[in-house]
């Protein structure tokens, strides 16, 4: 799934596609998504201006001029990207087509992304946001904030932060990333992450979150960018996918200690280093 770098990827790479445009065709060519396009859905969007792109987690979010709001989630292999015009691909499931003749496609093989519409009032209680935690890249997420809700628990650090009413927009890999960058274990019990430690990993969290924003993302089989294009932080993992081989920054032996190690937790692979992370 599409963790937030990916999903912010392409919400600043819409921006200048469809803010401020107004939407003269939607067509929507298959209605069967992980749940099915809401009914009238075209007909809604179709004259109506774009009057700005958000993101909420792992939801992009596109707010029109008369109040309503389309949450996109581009599932396992789901796009929202830039097509040119002319007969569409057969996973061509939603066509967006502006007054300036650019079409934007969501395009999803596997069907596992999904549409809904709502209004900007009822954004915040929508079933999808009633209960989701605070972006990691707000300035009130902070050391303290995290430790509060971490507060009591007994699960490890690793799953905690995968719990979206923990911290919104996680997914394995960052979270693997980040709990490298700051040092802990993923094993160890969320309720200990508190002072210095907390501190850390928000601090971790934001600069592995930073580093995937520049590179465009990852693009772990199906992910591209709205311009079409791959992202890169894929090459830049520290840990993630990396069983065996050296930890980047330490001085471990892999000879000796093996190296990354692969663990599976709450049916996620997590990669870690045993001497660095504690």
């Known amino acids: 799934m599409p963790e937030l770098p990916e999903v912010e990827t392409v919400r600043r790479g819409l921006i200048p596609i469809l803010k401020g445009y107004r939407l003269a065709a939607v067509t929507v060519r298959q209605p069967l998504l992980r749940w099915p396009v809401p009914r009238g859905f075209a007909r809604a969007l179709t004259g109506r201006r774009v009057v700005d792109l958000g993101r909420r987690a792992k939801y992009l979010l596109i707010h029109l001029d008369d109040g309503h709001v389309v949450i996109a989630h581009l599932g396992m292999s789901g796009s929202l990207a830039v097509r040119p015009q002319g007969p569409p691909d057969p ?9 300036e003749g650019v079409r934007v496609t969501y395009h999803d093989p596997r069907r596992f992304g ?7 009032p009822e954004l915040a209680s929508h079933p999808l946001f009633a209960h989701v935690g605070p972006e990691p890249l707000d300035d009130a997420f902070d050391g ?5 809700r971490l507060a009591g628990k007994r699960c490890s650090i690793k799953a905690a932060l995968l719990d979206q009413r923990v911290v919104a927009g ?3 890999i960052y979270v693997c990333e980040s709990l490298f960058h700051a040092g802990l274990s993923p094993r160890r019990l969320a309720g200990s992450v508190t002072g210095a430690r907390a501190n850390r990993l928000v601090r971790a969290i934001k600069t592995v979150l930073a580093a995937a924003l520049e590179s465009g993302g990852s693009t772990l089989r199906d992910h591209r960018q709205a311009n079409g294009e791959l992202g890169y932080f894929q090459h830049t993992f520290s840990v993630y996918g990396k069983e065996g081989k050296p930890c980047p920054g330490c001085d471990c032996d892999p000879a000796r200690t093996g190296g990354i190690r692969r663990l599976v937790q709450t049916g996620r692979s997590t990669f870690y280093c045993a001497t660095r992370q504690r």
Do not use: K, W
């Open 114 to 120: 999904s549409l809904h519409l709502t209004t900007a």
């Open 144 to 148: 303290p904030a995290l430790a509060r």
């Open 170 to 172: 996680l997914g394995n």
């Open 91 to 99: 996973h061509d499931h939603v066509l967006f087509d502006t007054e």
